[in-house]
């Protein structure tokens, strides 16, 4: 072979060898962004969990339809034809956890977005992934990405935009940049301040407006800092925070310390980087102006892109400095041995952490409840994110009656039953619901000694003990003393209903009557079941089916149960 071709040989394969890295190397870091973003947005409830996935199932269901032309109104649109694509409300159990599905995917298709960008703006394959790496893969800013807020959609929008506009391009490609902005200034408004920033520091520079004069030049800028100023202060009224968000911009510590990385990251650029002075000096000014607390959740979303970029730049010149050439080939090997332990660490992770159901198995137990408790159709009081996810799964909202809410209680009166725990759980308050007083307890305590002293009576010390306490339902102690008085009743177990709070116990477990066993005599099974059937009420229980000992038997919710008895009695 002749040394011409080897040449060629070498250097086919070190083109091979570089063009499998530039393509490997960002692939890598999206999947680590994928598995870390992934584990992170699948956890960790939040308080505004479904702020754009309620609006957005209710408009599928026929509900109004939002106005397009504010961000919160655009993001409905987008986020239910995700929805109705993918059918993500019907795959998810509740809206929070469609909701973080989209917020996942817009990360997503950020990181990739960036990626093309970086490339675009032709940084390395070190610089593009630190930028979808700091963007989509540190666990102290992927909690930002879990926020539903309106400018989660508009950072694809945003980088699209870029995507478009840089590079050597043709005029066409470069003018549809401008609609692809559309979208991202009425999501997020603060979009508007990086363009206006960016575009005075362009013109300021000369990297725009190259033909024009430097007095023309200088001139525009300067016009466009009162306009800049006057969009900051009519930011809040153009785009109201919700009150949700406000921990984020009102010096909570995370809030502070992104501020102080962006405005770093975007004065170090400006300082370091001639050719990147532009949009780092443009997140250095919107960071001060919008973000800096008390500030914006939106503008902190729509400039975590830019400050990962510029920060990708950063080390991308860090690379690239004559000190660092003698490393290169080290620190190329362990950014490769890095990625890949990363990737796995964060899939393994991702296999072994705990998904957090947003609430689904509270709403499952409290519709059994319901079922199971109450008349088919009965409606219950719930607001927000809860009362979607409860109509979706078929429970009436209306006022009055049960008051359903999450952690708290929600109005006056006790809490009669609770799923999950007392922090994060659903509580059920029923302002119709009246304790027993001392007169209601010794009747009860007069029908248990009189079940208690029949000496046909059979029963368990758990059954004994809760006779004695005058915490049994009244309309269960009548009709066991009644079968009692008969024939003769044996009783296993009283259990309580799931999710129940203090309210009286109305189950039993009837095993044996007139001294014989239900489970070996299944004809007197069927004639006590027949008659238990038949009784008239308030004394007609709700549920008598066949269990392993017998019959369980028992009866429905009644706030006042004593009221019901003694309106039969009188």
């Known amino acids: 072979m002749s040394a011409t071709s080897s040449t060629r040989a070498r250097h086919s394969s070190g083109t091979t060898s570089r063009v499998r890295w530039s393509v490997l190397a960002p692939l890598a870091a999206l999947a ?46 987008h986020t239910a034809g995700w929805a109705w694509v993918t059918r993500a409300f019907e795959r998810h159990g509740g809206l929070a956890a469609a909701g973080r599905e989209l917020l996942w995917v817009a990360l997503l298709v950020s990181c990739l977005l960036l990626w093309r960008v970086a490339r675009r703006a032709r940084l390395g394959d070190a610089g593009a992934c630190v930028a979808v790496l700091v963007l989509g893969a540190v666990p102290g800013l992927v909690l930002v990405h879990a926020v539903s807020s309106p ?43 990086l363009l206006l920033a960016g575009t005075a520091g362009a013109l ?14 200088t001139v525009l800028a300067a016009l466009l800092a009162p306009v800049f100023v006057v969009l900051v202060l009519l930011l809040p009224r153009w785009d109201p925070q919700p009150d949700v968000l406000a921990p984020w911009a ?17 004065a170090l650029a400006a300082w370091v980087l001639p050719r990147w002075r532009p949009p780092a000096g443009a997140l250095a000014v919107t960071t001060l102006a919008a973000i800096a607390p008390p500030g914006r959740f939106s503008a902190l979303v729509v400039c975590l892109p830019l400050g990962a970029l510029l920060l990708g730049a950063l080390v991308q010149e860090l690379v690239r400095h004559p000190a660092t050439r003698p490393l290169r080939p080290a620190l190329a090997t362990a950014t490769a ?103 209601d307890r010794a009747l009860r305590r007069q029908l248990a000694g009189a079940l208690l002293t029949n000496p046909t009576t059979a029963d368990s010390g758990q ?97 006042a149960p004593d009221e019901l008895v003694a309106a039969s009695a009188g």
Request: hydrophobic fraction near 50%; glycine fraction near 12%.
């Open 151 to 193: 400018a989660a959609w508009a950072v694809p929008w945003m980088l699209l935009a870029a995507w478009l506009g840089l590079g050597r391009r043709r005029p066409v490609v470069r003018a549809l940049a401008v609609p692809a902005l559309v979208p991202a200034v009425v999501l997020a408004p603060d979009v508007a301040l």
């Open 32 to 77: 680590l962004a994928a598995a870390v973003s992934a584990r992170a947005l699948r956890s960790t409830p939040l308080a505004d969990d479904g702020a754009l996935t309620a609006p957005a199932w209710a408009w599928v269901q026929g509900g109004s339809a939002p106005d397009p032309l504010t961000p919160e109104g655009l993001a409905v649109v």
């Open 337 to 439: 041995v890095a990625l890949v332990v990363s990737l796995g660490v964060g899939g393994a992770a991702l296999g072994t952490a705990r998904a957090d159901d947003f609430g689904a198995a509270d709403r499952r137990a409290l519709v059994s409840w319901l079922t199971d408790q109450f008349p088919a159709g009965t409606p219950v009081a719930a607001d927000g994110l809860l009362a979607e996810d409860l109509e979706r799964a078929g429970v009436p909202i209306e006022p009055g009656g049960l008051q359903v809410s999450r952690g708290e209680p929600a109005g006056p009166g006790p809490v009669v039953a609770r799923f999950g725990d007392e922090t994060t759980g659903l509580a059920v308050v029923d302002p119709r619901y009246r304790a027993p007083d001392a007169d």
């Open 463 to 559: 059954v004994t003990g809760a006779l004695l306490s005058g915490d049994v339902d009244p309309r269960l102690l009548t009709l066991l003393a009644g079968i009692a008085a008969q024939y003769g009743v044996g009783v296993t177990a009283m259990p309580t209903v799931p999710g129940e709070v203090g309210t009286a116990l109305r189950y039993a477990v009837v095993d044996s009557v007139g001294g014989t066993r239900l489970a070996d005599d299944p004809a007197l099974a069927d004639q006590v079941q027949g008659w238990l059937v038949a009784q008239l009420p308030p004394y007609a229980p709700s549920t008598v089916e066949v269990v392993d000992d017998g019959l369980r038997v028992g009866f429905g919710y009644a706030p």
């Open 204 to 217: 300021a520079t000369g990297r725009l407006g190259r033909r024009w004069s430097t007095r023309t030049r």
């Open 250 to 266: 009102a010096g909570e510590a995370r809030s502070v310390l992104l501020t102080a990385g962006l405005l770093a990251v975007g």
